[in-house]
């Protein structure tokens, strides 16, 4: 069974950066396609980037240009590279597969505020 773990979130004022990890239990990360994904109260879940096997990348248009998504399958990882941050980028940040394949971590929460 695979266990996702979120960590590196915190409070960051607008305009900083933060990196997110994303740790699993068994190597997934070179066989799947993978998903950092947020969630707001009220509000659905979102796939703001995504990683393929072979390590291409896709963004929501939202956060294109300020995010960037990496994983080092020998340390079966994976990572948010947050820039610029805005307050609309206040969540709780998920990892999964795309489409979700596993059971939800706890998530990471990020909070832009000044």
């Known amino acids: 069974q695979v266990q996702l773990v979120e960590s590196g979130g915190g409070l960051v004022q607008p305009g900083g950066s933060l990196r997110l990890s994303c740790a699993a239990s068994?190597?997934?990360?070179?066989?799947?396609?993978m998903g950092w994904y947020r969630q707001t109260p009220g509000k659905q879940r979102e796939l703001v980037a995504g990683i393929g096997a072979r390590g291409s990348t896709n963004y929501v248009d939202s956060v294109k240009g300020r995010f960037t998504i990496s994983k080092d399958n020998a340390k079966n990882k994976m990572y948010l590279q947050m820039d610029n941050v805005t307050p609309e980028d206040t969540a709780v940040y998920y990892c999964n597969g795309d489409p979700v394949r596993w059971a939800w971590g706890q998530g990471t929460q990020v909070t832009v505020s000044s």
């Open positions: 068994v190597s997934i990360f070179r066989f799947y396609v």
